[in-house]
């Protein structure tokens, strides 16, 4: 029994507390900061049912559309730890994130189709810098065919993304810590993929060092940007040729996004990419080419 003594000016108080003093000492807050522990999110506690009026997203079988909704309960649950988006509510998630996400697969598989000679059920795809997994967590689970690695440098979201893959039973993604420029000198990666793409990342000047090199030769860079990229992309021309690549097209994609429209930016990769690139990490942003 931890006994309290308390005076005021010779006026003794005397009172009991109905705990020990390791119980008081246990239950103290602590003046240590808070360390990053991964948050294990339980699927059954998961409870968007939220209706979400899209072509592309109503195209999806049930089982697709659930591991959306358990991906996006994910993202918000784990947003208030790891800064993975600037939005906080599910909708708009959907709206900005996931719409915009599926509104790429068209434009792939048209371009794939009649640019690159053959199918596009089965495409090897890399999304460089994918951050929270867009869009290409959400890639993977509308085309299951896919196989799909997400390329991202921070150990935080790589964290969240192993644990985005597996709460959705995701069986065709792999997740790669590292830098775009470090493994497109690496031989197990350069020149590996399909099909690259990325999602606000950088300017177009960059994105082509970062991720053409990463694509094979008849493969496709798809960029995902505003409704306005025209300067972006003519800076960006002599960057996609270094890389032995040309544009093939700007299209305007089909989303219900209230951000405006949306465009893709395709590029054809035609032949290998010089030795020398990508440069050195952090080089590309410093010095665009």
Request: positive net charge; charged residues 20%.
């Amino acid at each position: 029994m931890l006994v309290w003594h308390c005076w005021a000016p010779k006026v003794p108080l005397q009172f009991q507390l109905p705990f020990s003093v390791r119980t008081l000492i246990k239950h103290l807050p602590s003046s240590k900061p808070n360390a990053f522990r991964p948050h294990r999110t339980d699927a059954k506690t998961l409870t968007s049912t939220r209706v979400f009026n899209s072509r592309h997203f109503e195209a999806l079988t049930s089982r697709q559309r659930e591991q959306i909704h358990l991906y996006v309960d994910c993202l918000l649950d784990w947003n208030q730890r790891v800064n993975l988006t600037a939005v906080k509510e599910v909708n708009e998630v959907m709206e900005r994130h996931i719409e915009d996400s599926l509104a790429l697969i068209p434009p792939i598989n048209n371009f794939y189709t009649s640019h690159c000679g053959s199918s596009c059920d089965n495409l090897n795809l890399v999304d460089v810098g994918t951050g929270a997994g867009l869009p290409g967590l959400i890639l993977a689970i509308a085309s299951p065919g896919w196989k799909v690695t997400l390329l991202e440098s921070m150990n935080k979201r790589c964290v969240f993304l192993e644990h985005a893959v597996s709460l959705t039973g995701l069986s065709n993604v792999q997740v790669v810590r590292g830098r775009a420029e470090s493994l497109g000198q690496n031989l197990c990666f350069r020149e590996q993929f399909d099909v690259a793409v990325a999602r606000a990342v950088a300017e177009m000047r960059i994105l082509a060092e970062y991720c053409l090199p990463l694509i094979r030769v008849g493969g496709l860079f798809v960029a995902a940007k505003g409704h306005d990229p025209q300067e972006e992309v003519r800076n960006a021309q002599r960057a996609v040729q270094l890389m032995g690549a040309s544009l093939l097209q700007q299209c305007s994609v089909e989303s219900q996004s209230p951000y405006g429209q949306r465009t893709a930016i395709v590029c054809l990769k035609s032949w290998p990419t010089p030795k020398k690139y990508p440069r050195d990490p952090g080089t590309p942003a410093k010095v665009p080419l």
